[in-house]
């Protein structure tokens, strides 16, 4: 029951180093999302993916990229980390377009000195 | 503009009575999500109860129901018998239709966070 599965767990990057964020899920879902949650506030989605070979941005994509390897993995990367980036990175998956469910993996907490 | 409003940024509770969260949103599709998510002091993000904007009764997943009265947008999750694991982060969302057929964006509020006290 493995779900949604985000590596790593924890980083510390430098400014401008790059790092790339890896999420796989085995619940066959069409749809995944990556989003990233700041102290005391909700959810921010950065960017998404309804389909293997489809992305699109969200809310706060700005110095992030995204690539759709295969309809398992969603991965994230930051080309040149800044301290805004410091953040908790969620990663989820969802089953149907209609109820969209999401599920999500534990999170990956990054912090950018 | 702001799409999900939790008032309470915090509420303490005793154990064993039953809790409201409150949510406000704001959309004009005339179809729609919304939903619950938990986030205990480990992280994660767990699903608690979802209600589709044509779905004529309220919603419920257990101890949890969605109090949904659609003409004021609101959409209240109601815990009954709290107990202490229930203290956590909770998170309401929205979803909205995305740029791309069928993909299907969450929005989330700011989040409560809920305390049960012995």
């Known amino acids: 029951n493995a779900g949604v599965t985000q590596t790593p767990k924890f980083q510390v990057l430098k400014t401008g180093q790059s790092m790339t964020l890896q999420c796989a899920q085995d619940?066959?879902?069409?749809?995944m999302y990556w989003y990233r949650q700041d102290p005391g506030m909700g959810l921010r989605l950065i960017y998404y993916s309804a389909s293997e070979g489809t992305t699109d941005k969200g809310e706060v994509p700005n110095g992030y990229n995204v690539s759709r390897l295969n309809k398992r993995e969603f991965s994230l990367r930051l080309e040149s980390a800044a301290p805004s980036q410091t953040s908790v990175y969620f990663c989820?998956?969802?089953?149907?377009?209609?109820?969209?469910?999401?599920?999500f993996g534990a999170g990956t907490r990054l912090s950018v000195l | 503009a702001q799409k999900i409003t939790q008032t309470q940024p915090g509420m303490f509770v005793q154990e064993k009575e039953a809790v409201t969260l409150d949510c406000t949103y704001d959309?004009?599709?005339?179809?729609?999500?919304l939903f619950w998510y938990k986030q205990p002091s480990s992280g994660e993000m767990i699903f608690l109860i979802y209600q589709g904007s044509y779905d004529q009764q309220n919603a419920t997943e257990g101890r949890y129901s969605l109090n949904f009265q659609k003409a004021r947008k609101s959409a209240n999750l109601v815990i009954s018998a709290s107990q202490l694991g229930d203290s956590a982060m909770y998170f309401c969302?929205?979803?909205?239709?995305?740029?791309?057929?069928?993909?299907?964006?969450?929005?989330f509020g700011q989040g409560t966070r809920l305390t049960i006290n012995p």
């Open positions: 989820a998956s969802s089953e149907s377009w209609f109820k969209n469910i999401q599920y």
């Open positions: 619940m066959n879902h069409n749809s």
């Open positions: 959309t004009s599709d005339p179809s729609y999500g």
């Open positions: 969302a929205m979803r909205e239709a995305g740029a791309i057929q069928g993909a299907q964006k969450l929005v």
